[in-house]
């Protein structure tokens, strides 16, 4: 069975960006002419990514045209969720026999604007962050002096520094803290984080995500600045 390097999350219903998700998934809202994940899957080509698994569920059909129909670039895998509610991480959960050993999780609305092979080192689950203070949203991590994460939470506080970008460098044996099969990412990041395996990788570069109708104007902003994906 072939191996994939890289999953991305695209079944959220987009629920804060109505005004663009009434008809047509996250995934698919247009930036110079083009989808948002063709955006992701042009910066995931540039640094030597070529098989990716995408994960579904709502307007999945649209998604799964679009791919047919557009996207010749990458190898592909796309997997639904099916009918039940399976959460982010029990989403991944789903795809795992299909991934590598070690791999990526990168959100479905999430611009990977860095090297993200930099997340391989030292062979562990690295979480790319920005020390955002929070300027472009509400910062959500804590980093200790070892460079572990020890305060992930999706309930934003004014106190942190950091911010998740979007993508983390993972391994399948992670997914075995939690023995349920419906859950978010969130939570499993934040036990592992009390285990002390839950690394942070700073990212220089400014985050971009389409999760928000501010993160749609600033990255509307900055593609149409940018040609070339780096």
């Given at each position: 069975?072939?191996?994939?390097?890289?999953?991305?999350?695209?079944?959220?219903?987009?629920?804060?960006?109505?005004?663009?998700?009434?008809?047509?998934?996250?995934?698919?809202?247009?930036?110079?002419?083009?989808?948002?994940?063709?955006?992701?899957?042009?910066?995931?080509?540039?640094?030597?990514?070529?098989?990716?698994v995408i994960s579904v569920k709502f307007m999945k059909n649209k998604i799964i045209k679009?791919?047919?129909?557009?996207?010749?670039?990458?190898?592909?895998?796309?997997?639904?969720?099916?009918?039940?509610?399976?959460?982010?991480?029990?989403?991944?959960?789903?795809?795992?026999?299909?991934?590598?050993?070690?791999?990526?999780?990168?959100?479905?609305?999430?611009?990977?604007?860095?090297?993200?092979?930099?997340?391989?080192?030292?062979?562990?689950?690295?979480?790319?962050?920005?020390?955002?203070?929070?300027?472009?949203?509400?910062?959500?991590?804590?980093?200790?002096?070892?460079?572990?994460?020890?305060?992930?939470?999706?309930?934003?506080?004014?106190?942190?520094?950091?911010?998740?970008?979007?993508?983390?460098?993972?391994?399948?044996?992670?997914?075995?803290?939690?023995?349920?099969?419906?859950?978010?990412?969130?939570?499993?990041?934040?036990?592992?984080?009390?285990?002390?395996?839950?690394?942070?990788?700073?990212?220089?570069?400014?985050?971009?995500e389409i999760g928000s109708y501010k993160g749609i104007k600033d990255f509307k902003k900055?593609?149409?600045?940018?040609?070339?994906?780096?």
């Open positions: 069975m072939k191996k994939y390097e890289i999953v991305i999350l695209c079944g959220g219903k987009g629920t804060r960006v109505r005004r663009y998700t009434n008809k047509i998934p996250k995934c698919l809202i247009k930036f110079n002419g083009k989808p948002f994940i063709y955006h992701q899957l042009k910066s995931l080509k540039y640094r030597g990514i070529n098989n990716v679009y791919f047919k129909e557009h996207i010749d670039f990458m190898n592909y895998k796309i997997v639904e969720d099916g009918d039940k509610y399976l959460g982010t991480g029990g989403a991944i959960k789903k795809v795992l026999k299909y991934m590598n050993k070690n791999f990526f999780i990168l959100y479905g609305d999430s611009y990977p604007n860095f090297n993200i092979n930099n997340l391989k080192k030292h062979n562990r689950c690295n979480m790319a962050i920005f020390n955002n203070k929070n300027k472009f949203d509400k910062s959500n991590i804590s980093l200790n002096k070892l460079g572990t994460i020890k305060y992930y939470e999706k309930i934003k506080q004014k106190k942190l520094n950091y911010i998740d970008y979007g993508i983390t460098y993972t391994n399948k044996e992670i997914f075995k803290v939690l023995k349920v099969k419906k859950f978010n990412l969130p939570k499993m990041f934040d036990k592992i984080s009390s285990m002390g395996k839950l690394h942070g990788y700073i990212v220089k570069k400014r985050f971009y900055f593609i149409n600045k940018n040609e070339i994906y780096q």
